[in-house]
T-cell receptor, first 117, second 112 residues
Framework: ETGVTQTPRHLVMGMTNKKSLKCEQH?????MYWYKQSAKKPLELMFV???????ENNSVPSRFSPECPNSSHLFLHLHTLQPEDSALYLC????????????????FGEGSRLTVL | TQLLEQSPQFLSIQEGENLTVYCNSS?????LQWYRQEPGEGPVLLVT?????EVKKLKRLTFQFGDARKDSSLHITAAQPGDTGLYLC????????????FGTGTSLTVIP
């Protein structure tokens, strides 16, 4: 148990569906992240939120839309996805304090396994 | 997107053997971390190194950060089946603070 909970654990959706992934952390961390893990590819950083503000969008297609309503919750809204978007989506948090030299540990959830048909 | 190359990509060894995994980049990192990921779980941090030339030990695992802070290695002594997993390095840059970019991963299998 890492303190980061992701739901759902598994999701199957069609290309025309709209769904959302949810991430919740009760560690008191200030930073939250979405990563994508595909077979034979490195973990891809998608979005970073520091103190509820988005500080990184790593060239992610607009069919992925993040939302961070507060420092404990992070959502990834999915719309008109493609089969190549099938992957494990990992949420993480870290105790970011705002300085450039922060080396905070990433605490990951167990991931949401997404299959797009 | 920053590239961290790990080698080897796959490694299968007998229990008791030693092994070394490498993480290389053309960029200088402010810090580098090693994670282990087991099936069905998210990665879990093993160590963080921040100083060029730094060596850290965690039981049978030895981590080294290159002098130029562009590469790192993970050495496991007398591997055990419990060491089986996906080993990932991750680097952060000085000007991007807490944005961590991950390596390609090394899948290790230790055969009893």
């Amino acid at each position: 148990e890492t303190g980061v909970t992701q739901t759902p654990r598994h999701l199957v959706m069609g290309m025309t569906n709209k769904k959302s992934l949810k991430c919740e952390q009760h560690l008191g961390h200030n930073a939250m992240y979405w990563y994508k893990q595909s077979a034979k590819k490195p973990l891809e950083l998608m979005f970073v939120y520091n103190f509820k503000e988005q500080t990184e969008n790593n060239s992610v297609p607009s069919r992925f839309s993040p939302e961070c309503p507060n420092s404990s919750h992070l959502f990834l809204h999915l719309h008109t996805l493609q089969p190549e978007d099938s992957a494990l989506y990992l949420c993480a948090s870290s105790p970011y304090e705002g300085s450039a030299g922060d080396t905070g540990e990433l605490f990951f959830g167990e991931g949401s396994r997404l299959t797009v048909l | 997107t920053q590239l961290l190359e790990q080698s080897p990509q796959f490694l299968s060894i007998q229990e008791g053997e030693n092994l070394t995994v490498y993480c290389n980049s053309s960029s200088v990192f402010s810090s580098l971390q090693w994670y282990r990921q087991e099936p069905g779980e998210g990665p879990v941090l093993l160590v963080t190194v921040v100083t060029g030339g730094e060596v850290k030990k965690l039981k049978r695992l030895t981590f080294q950060f290159g002098d130029a802070r562009k590469d790192s290695s993970l050495h496991i002594t007398a591997a055990q089946p419990g060491d089986t997993g996906l080993y990932l390095c991750a680097g952060a840059y000085l000007d991007t603070g807490n944005q961590f970019y991950f390596g390609t991963g090394t899948s290790l299998t230790v055969i009893p």
